[in-house]
């Protein structure tokens, strides 16, 4: 796509790139509507536009790169929210106190963003693990036995506290990350899995989830000895420690702890740089280290 005039533009020095600006915010914009129009044509001309074929096709195009949900997703629910909501689909796994996975599999809603935002339920997913670093094993998040086990844990939170609003899970995905980012309530609960396996539960609820803005309690674009995105959420871990990473880029930080007073402070102060190093402690925390420089807060 070309730009009719450079007007507004800034270039980098070397000038093999675009600076931001409100007019490479706006080119931007553009190209990136003008692919989905393209998109969008191209679905409704094959008889392809529906929920269902669309989150196939998502599922498919991340198969081979882009499903990485342990970063941060930024403003990219309330870009899709408000250009093409159509065009991003969740699957949405009911889950009732009797029902075998398999019958609920069945009963699954291909939902896209603009439904999603009217109606209300629990979202579960499992996304996370912990003690890898410690040698602990393996368990790979996107597969079967993964989505078996979070559908068993799930199923036992409805049989415990029979919600009054529908229950569901997904598959760990960005389109799941985009809605754990945007509402500010998330919490995760760390279960354990035999002896050396701790898996990461992630809530949300629907009706909390804001599509129009940028993601709040949240530091983002923290860079140094740790890159990533530190979030000030609740959640639960059986050594009741005040953090909790979710892969590589992204920390749950419990508010009103020590660790969480002495962060928000260093954010204040700009002091990101520090924060990058302290979460870089929290890491070898994680493995077992004890970095005496923590002391205090852990």
């Not at 939902?111 to 040698?135: M, P, S, Y």
């Not at 804001?210 to 530091?219: A, H, M, S």
């Not at 530190?230 to 639960?236: D, G, H, N, S, T």
């Amino acid at each position: 796509m070309n730009s009719l005039t450079p007007k507004g533009f800034e270039f980098s020095i070397d000038r093999q790139q675009l600076n931001n600006n409100a007019a490479e915010k706006q080119y931007t914009d553009e190209v990136r509507n003008l692919f989905h129009k393209g998109y969008r044509s191209f679905l409704k001309s094959t008889e392809s536009y529906d929920p269902e074929t669309i989150h196939t096709l998502q599922n498919e195009a991340a198969s081979n790169g882009g499903n990485v949900y342990d970063i941060f997703t930024g403003s990219e629910l309330a870009i899709a929210y408000q250009n093409y909501p159509d065009l991003i689909c969740n699957k949405l796994t009911p889950v009732e106190p009797t029902s075998r996975l398999q019958d609920s599999v069945m009963n699954a809603k291909f939902i896209n963003l603009t439904e999603l935002a009217d109606i209300e339920g629990i979202v579960f997913c499992l996304q996370g693990q912990r003690n890898f670093l410690n040698g602990g094993a393996y368990f790979p998040l996107e597969s079967p036995q993964a989505f078996e086990l979070a559908y068993a844990c799930v199923q036992g939170f409805v049989k415990q506290y029979s919600p009054n609003i529908p229950v569901y899970i997904m598959q760990p995905d960005r389109n799941f990350s985009m809605l754990f980012d945007n509402d500010p309530l998330a919490s995760a609960r760390v279960l354990p899995i035999g002896n050396d396996l701790e898996v990461s539960l992630l809530n949300i609820q629907l009706s909390r989830v804001n599509y129009k803005g940028r993601p709040v309690n949240v530091v983002p674009d923290i860079s140094g000895r740790w890159s990533g995105t530190i979030y000030w959420r609740e959640f639960q871990t059986p050594d009741d420690k005040p953090y909790l990473f979710l892969g590589r880029y992204r920390v749950l930080v419990k508010p009103e702890t020590a660790l969480h007073s002495y962060l928000k402070k260093l954010a204040d102060d700009n002091r990101f740089a520090t924060i990058a190093n302290t979460i870089h402690l929290l890491r070898e925390d994680e493995a077992g280290h004890n970095p005496e420089a923590l002391s205090a807060y852990v």
